[in-house]
C-alpha cells in the first residue's frame, strides 16, 4: 500500500508494519503509524532519515519514533516481500531478513504533481503553489505555505484576481459578480 493511502484513511494496517523510504512522506507516516501504536520498522536505502525535512521538525519526529520504539535502519534496500510477510534485505552489502510484518508501506521516489498548476496558470494570472505540488514532504510545511498565503491575501501583497470589497471588507475574485454583502 502507498503512504498516502494510510495518511488519508483508505487503507488501514495491522499492527506490524514496514515503511520503506525515509523522506518527509515515510517519516510522517512512521510517526502516524507509530503514535496508533503500531510497531514500525523504517527502512532508507541512504544513510540520512527525513533528507528535504524541515531540521526542528525533522527532531521532534525522530523524538517521537524512538520513544514509541520504532526501528530504523538506513542503508537498507528491500530486496523481496514473502508470502509470510517476512522482507529481504541488502543492509550494507550484508542480506538479512526483517518481519514478518502484516503491512508494507512504500513511501519512496514520490513526485510532485503540478499539472493543475499549469492549467491555472494558463487561465489565471496570480496562482499560489504549495503543499506537495512544490515539492513532496511535511504535512506541516504545506500548512506553513498555505499560512503565508493567507497572510499575503489579507495584506494585499497578492495582486488581482484578488481584492478587497469596499462594502463587506472581504477579498474576492475579480472575475466575478460579487453582491458586497460578505
Known sequence: MFAR??????????PRVLVVG????????????????????????????????????????????????????????VEAIEADGSDRIQREGQPGLL??????????GYEPNDEIVQQLRARMPAVQVIGDAVKPRSAVQAIFEAAEVARAIQSSRLTPPFTKCLRCSTFVTTRGPHTGRG
Open 99 to 108: 518481519g514478518p510484518f502484516d503491512n508494507v508501506v512504500l513511501a519512496a
Open 22 to 77: 525515509a523522506g518527509p512522506v515515510g517519516m510522517e507516516v512512521a510517526e502516524y503509524l507509530a503514535v496508533q501504536k503500531k510497531q514500525v520498522t523504517i527502512v532508507e536505502f541512504t544513510d540520512r532519515f527525513g533528507v528535504g525535512q524541515e531540521d526542528g521538525h525533522l527532531y521532534w519526529v525522530m523524538e517521537t519514533l524512538r520513544n514509541l520504539g520504532a526501528v530504523l535502519l538506513n542503508c537498507t534496500r
Open 5 to 14: 493511502d494510510v495518511l488519508l484513511g483508505r487503507h488501514a494496517t495491522g
